[in-house]
């Protein structure tokens, strides 16, 4: 069984903070709905769990409504590893396999969210990822750089981030048992050694972060129809 954990309980802080931006629309739907549409027309996800802000509980009930796969709702955390940990807490008992996404990245797609499970599937994680291709600066704190990074080898790391339920699971478990902060899925696993696997991205998989991705958001929302 493959469980999705689709998170909506950020601050949206650099959004102007206040405001849930899982809830501002675009083209006569929310940015939440976006993602949660494709994850319910993904054929291989049978079930999804969402992560809410506590203060949106009644607007993500009845937006969840709408979705057959929808299975639980819970809290979010002060930090996303805490969040995530309270999704996973909600999975189905059978889950063998499940798929981690930031409800803003509203462009994701099902043959994407598949992909990743495949990899998780065959490999342990599969995580959606880019290649890095702008000339990448280290600077110190006077904004001087310091030198020019390799970028053959880098990659920006998106959602869904797929791992089987159990190594998942162990990954956070030691995370919180050492008392460090993560920031994604990826980072938990490596914590255990585990190999960590990319799937390529073949489109831009945007995250609404500032006011202005809400403009591109729209602009690529209207040239897929």
């Given at each position: ?82 969040s995530v940990w309270n999704g996973l807490e909600k999975c189905p008992t059978n889950t ?21 499970i495949q990899s998780a599937r065959t490999h342990g994680t599969g995580i959606a990822a ?96």
């Open positions: 069984m493959v469980t999705a954990i689709v998170l909506a309980a950020g601050r949206s802080t650099r959004m102007g903070g206040g405001i849930n931006k899982q809830f501002l629309e675009l083209l006569g739907k929310p940015i939440l709905w976006y993602s949660l549409t494709a994850f319910e027309q993904c054929g291989a996800v049978n079930a999804i769990v969402i992560v809410r802000r506590p203060d949106c509980a009644e607007q993500t009930e009845q937006l969840a409504r709408g979705f057959k796969k929808v299975v639980a709702l819970t809290d979010g955390g002060v930090e996303r590893q805490n063998e396999i499940v798929a981690v996404h930031d409800g803003a990245r509203l462009l994701v797609t099902p043959q994407l969210i598949e992909a990743t880019t290649k890095v291709v702008d000339t990448i600066k280290e600077a110190d704190e006077r904004r001087t750089i310091l030198r020019t990074v390799d970028r053959t080898k880098l990659w920006a790391v998106q959602t869904p981030q797929t791992a089987r339920y159990e190594l998942l699971r162990r990954a956070y478990d030691g995370v919180f048992k050492q008392g460090v902060i993560v920031t994604d899925e990826a980072a938990a696993v490596e914590r255990l050694g585990e190999p960590v696997r990319l799937v390529d991205t073949p489109f831009l998989n945007l995250k609404i972060t500032m006011p202005s991705d809400l403009v591109v958001a729209e602009a690529l929302l209207r040239v897929r129809g």
